[in-house]
């Protein structure tokens, strides 16, 4: 993004939360990006992975995917196709984008809701991982978190929007 320039939605509080929890996300793949390196250098030096390394590394991937979703809400940077409306009138396009975002809002807090019933369900049955034996609620809690900030990301940009003389 080019300095001075500000993209609408990004400055509301979802938005703001969402760029938060998004650095953290990246810093979560980070960690599992260097996990994986450092698995990969031990069982090359003495024959041996480091134990569980790949239910961390989905574990850590799941986390960064949900985080994004709320990033990219805020941001107005969900697939969007517009060859069929780009000869559209500007309005007529915000229109149409702001219908997407409302279907989008819907879409997430549904989501939300479901993983919301999956982390309780994971919860009360106590399931863990494999390898490590972790408890996998935490997860879709995560998701299911994420997913209700990108619904509020996506409700509040087109609203956000609409008042930014830029856009």
């Not at 986390?63 to 780009?86: D, K, M, P, Y």
Request: positive net charge; aromatic residues 8%; glycine residues 8%.
């Amino acid at each position: 993004m080019r300095k001075g320039v500000r993209t609408p939605g990004a400055a509301s509080l979802p938005g703001l939360v969402a760029r938060h929890v998004a650095v953290a996300g990246g810093v979560v793949l980070v960690a599992a990006a260097l996990l994986t390196c450092a698995s990969v250098l031990r069982r090359w030096l003495d024959g041996r992975a480091i134990r569980g390394d790949f239910e961390l590394v989905s574990l850590a991937s799941a986390i960064a995917l949900f985080v994004a979703f709320a990033f990219a809400a805020s941001r107005g940077a969900n697939v969007a196709v517009t060859s069929f409306t780009v000869w559209l009138p500007e309005r007529l396009q915000r229109a149409i984008d702001t219908v997407w975002l409302l279907v989008w809002a819907g879409v997430c807090f549904l989501l939300a809701e479901r993983l919301f019933v999956t982390a309780t369900e994971l919860h009360r049955t106590g399931t863990v991982t494999m390898a490590l034996g972790m408890s996998t609620w935490w997860v879709a809690g995560i998701g299911s978190a994420a997913f209700a900030l990108a619904g509020l990301a996506a409700l509040v940009r087109p609203f956000v929007a609409s008042h930014d003389p830029r856009h």
